[in-house]
């Protein structure tokens, strides 16, 4: 009798029924962005998210000139 609830188990496993009940993926929150830097070529504001996890230097990609600059926490308008 064992052998046979063994056998479901191991049949169900390689099924892939037991995973049926997929999660569906839903939006993601967004972060909001809660500081600026200022472009050091075209002067665009560049948006950063959360500052307080950043380090003393750090890069950001500016969209409007497609440069990337290193900026420092003093740069950081917020």
């Not at 009940?21 to 972060?31: K, V």
């Not at 998210?49 to 230097?57: I, T, V, Y």
């Amino acid at each position: 009798m064992s052998y046979v609830i063994i056998l479901a188990a191991a049949v169900l496993l390689s099924t892939g029924a037991l995973f049926l009940y997929r999660r569906q993926a839903g939006e993601r929150p967004q972060q909001v962005a809660t500081g600026t830097v200022s472009c050091k070529k075209c002067g665009a504001r560049i948006f950063v998210s959360n500052p307080a996890r950043l380090q003393h230097e750090f890069s950001v990609k500016c969209v409007a000139c497609d440069s990337r600059k290193l900026y420092k926490l003093v740069d950081l308008a917020r």
